[in-house]
């Protein structure tokens, strides 16, 4: 090891290295790492967090040790093949240190944030060479168990997170795995947190020992220069509660400009779209509609979805279906119904000549080769294109396109669909801000989306937690398992609200019934129950499928989520204002609790109710874990005082277990 004699004069930084800290690495050195050398120690001034950067005895690896206020490590990270089994030097620099082998291998450690409860590190490598690798891995727990938190939207969700499983997994919006949204952001109950930067290539590995995290130049990043960034921030907390939501504040982002209308959280969104699929025209949509309002059912939004289009792209609508439009918008709306229609950013090569003027005007994503071929699920195999949204002509062009049809035919509002990076074609050529390709344009869509108000929906996301639209989970199937079925939906709440994504429209109710899944009555009723103190509840199977009884329990549910709107509402201000989340698990009421850091089937609403719904085929009762507090039962005078387990909480059919807890001051 060598020290710059530099590195005295650097005191601007609050680090210091005096005699007692120099007895503390001692001390540490005898108690945990045998001979490990420590090369640098990095003090925050507000608080008794600090790192270590250490070199191991065992395989001369370099090791970054985060420490906690009670002097315990909360997260290890191993970091790469940049300095193997060198000696590093280190240098003071402002705020930090370099650590360094040559000029062309080093790493910047910076501290962002010093706060009493919150502190911060920024972790910087530029690498000017394609044949570079950077791997820096994290192991997952030691000794003691530790829960994570964060990571990606996933078909087959995982909670807590260490429970998946990756191989060379690039970390973008993907079509594959419902991978829509995907922030670098990963937490764990040692009150530690990582949060990898957007333009890093970065792709994962993961298995039960440790996540590791890879930057590199390949596809599907771009790979056409030699430069790219390693940049992450990592930091701990005095409690995860606090970490999380220091990190929404000053890092992931918060809804800013305001929330989704407030219609579509009260009342339910009706989509044709598992009823009719692409067979739809004016009459089964205004049956469709009909039928709603005659069965009574309250309402806000209707979306007609898929194919109105006279074909895919055109963006014209198809007259032999929807010959009079207008009136049929006319009659939703005095219906009361928000009237929607579906949209995609596609353009399929049949749908003439509208494909071969996107292509003239340059409209239209471009591989690296020319070709702008790619495919879609109502294309087929390169029989498509996609709209280039990281182009301003294409975007207004597209933009002014959508509020043709507002204008023409009384449409209020757009469900857009699709987004991820993985439908453009393979190593698509963007003109601008290369080192966030091709995710630029997955951003530019959203944005776009949103400028058309706050009564639509989105599907993806990329640092775009600020906007005031409804996201939705990818498309569900209609299974109870947790390979994408109803086992799925609360962990992809947890997911969604962890990655900053607070306004979310779980998927439809049942699921979409792809292939011969069937939507049964007893799934419907517990997908609805899942569903009703999550913000915003999705109808698109019929309730009227099924027995007569399942119409009043269908109600029955609508009015409970609707009693408690003004309390989703509460949050969604509370997520603006503080960047809370909406929906949390059990332990953000017990955040020490191990129990409570793992339940994956149960979840709260804000801190004041707690829901246990049934997600069992066949289950007429089920266990529930009643955190710290008083908790009324919602369907009956009991209340419970937590933490304790309720063993068989009886739940027939018509029956959602729910708590609302007692404020200590409505105790007198
Ligand atoms: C509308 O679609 C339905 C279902 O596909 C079909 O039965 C009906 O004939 C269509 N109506 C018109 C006017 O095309
Ligand atoms: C409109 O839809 C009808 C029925 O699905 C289809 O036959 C026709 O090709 C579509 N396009 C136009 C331009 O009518
Ligand atoms: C262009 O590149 C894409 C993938 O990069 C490939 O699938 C396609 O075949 C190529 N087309 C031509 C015309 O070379
Ligand atoms: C639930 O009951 C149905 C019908 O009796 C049966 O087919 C299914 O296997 C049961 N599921 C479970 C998880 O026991």
Redesign the pocket.
């Known amino acids: 090891m060598q020290i710059d004699p530099a590195s005295k004069g650097f005191l601007a930084v609050f680090i210091t290295v005096i005699v007692g800290t120099i007895a503390f690495f001692i001390a540490s050195i005898f108690l945990d790492f045998g001979s490990n050398l420590v090369v640098q120690e990095i003090k925050f001034e507000n608080s008794n967090f600090h790192v270590d950067i250490k070199r191991l005895e065992s395989d001369k690896r370099y090791v970054i040790q985060v420490f906690n206020d009670k002097e315990a490590i909360a997260q290890e990270i191993y970091f790469g093949n940049d300095f193997g089994d060198k000696t590093v030097q280190v240098e003071a620099i402002d705020n930090g240190y370099k650590i360094f082998t040559t000029s062309s291998n080093e790493m910047f450690l910076t501290i962002d944030k010093d706060e009493k409860n919150f502190a911060s590190l920024k972790v910087k490598r530029r690498v000017e060479s394609k044949e570079k690798v950077l791997k820096d891995c994290l192991p997952l727990s030691n000794d003691e168990k530790v829960n994570w938190y964060g990571g990606p939207e996933q078909k087959n969700q995982k909670y807590p997170i260490q429970h998946f499983r990756f191989t060379d997994y690039a970390y973008i919006t993907k079509e594959l795995d419902s991978a829509g949204i995907m922030e670098r952001y990963w937490f764990s109950s040692r009150k530690f947190f990582i949060l990898i930067d957007y333009e890093t290539p970065l792709f994962i590995d993961q298995n039960e020992h440790q996540i590791c995290f890879t930057a590199k130049k390949e596809l599907p990043y771009y790979t056409h220069n030699n430069v790219y960034e390693f940049n992450y921030k990592i930091g701990v907390s005095t409690s995860m509660k606090e970490l999380h939501v220091s990190v929404i504040n000053k890092y992931l982002g918060k809804p800013k400009g305001g929330m989704p209308d407030e219609r579509l959280i009260r009342y339910p969104i009706w989509n044709t779209w598992v009823e009719f699929g692409r067979e739809i025209n004016e009459s089964t949509v205004e049956v469709f509609a009909q039928t709603i309002v005659d069965h009574g059912y309250t309402h806000s939004l209707i979306d007609i979805d898929d194919f109105w289009e006279d074909c895919y792209g055109s963006g014209i609508v198809n007259t032999t279906n929807f010959g009079n439009l207008k009136a049929l918008t006319s009659k939703l709306k005095s219906q009361g119904f928000i009237v929607g229609m579906w949209t995609h950013p596609f353009i399929n090569k049949n749908c003439q000549p509208y494909y071969d003027e996107a292509v003239a005007n340059n409209f239209l994503v471009k591989s690296h080769n020319g070709s702008t071929e790619t495919s879609w699920w109502n294309s087929g195999t390169n029989e498509a294109a996609h709209f280039d949204f990281a182009n301003p002509a294409a975007l207004s062009f597209y933009r002014r396109r959508l509020e043709a049809i507002q204008r023409d035919f009384g449409i209020d509002v757009f469900k857009f669909d699709a987004g991820e990076t993985s439908w453009y074609p393979t190593d698509p050529k963007f003109e601008r801000d290369l080192d966030i390709s091709p995710s630029q344009i997955t951003r530019a869509f959203v944005e776009m989306a949103a400028d058309f108000g706050n009564k639509l929906e989105i599907r993806v996301g990329w640092g775009t937690q600020n906007l005031h639209v409804l996201v939705r989970m990818l498309d569900f199937d209609s299974r109870?398992t947790a390979d994408n079925g109803l086992k799925s939906l609360i962990p992809t709440l947890f997911q969604f609200n962890f990655n900053g994504y607070v306004f979310v429209l779980p998927d439809m109710i049942g699921g979409n019934q792809y292939g011969a899944d069937v939507i049964t009555k007893e799934l419907f009723i517990r997908w609805l129950q899942a569903s009703t103190f999550m913000p915003s509840l999705q109808f698109s199977h019929a309730p009227w499928h099924f027995h007569e009884d399942t119409i009043a329990i269908t109600k029955k549910f609508i009015k409970l989520h609707a009693d408690h709107a003004d309390y989703i509402l509460e949050r969604f201000q509370l997520a603006i204002d503080k960047g809370e989340p909406v929906n949390v698990p059990v332990w953000w009421i017990d955040e020490d609790d191990y129990d409570a850091q793992t339940i994956d089937d149960q979840y709260l609403l804000g801190d004041k109710i707690l829901v246990a719904p049934v997600i069992?085929?066949?289950a007429t009762s089920r266990r529930i874990y009643i955190p710290s507090g008083k908790w009324q039962d919602g369907n009956s005078v009991t209340v419970y005082e937590g933490k304790m387990w309720i063993e068989d909480y009886p739940a027939p059919l018509d029956t959602l277990p729910y708590f609302i807890r007692i404020e200590e001051d409505e105790k007198q």
């Open positions: 109870w069992m085929d066949n």
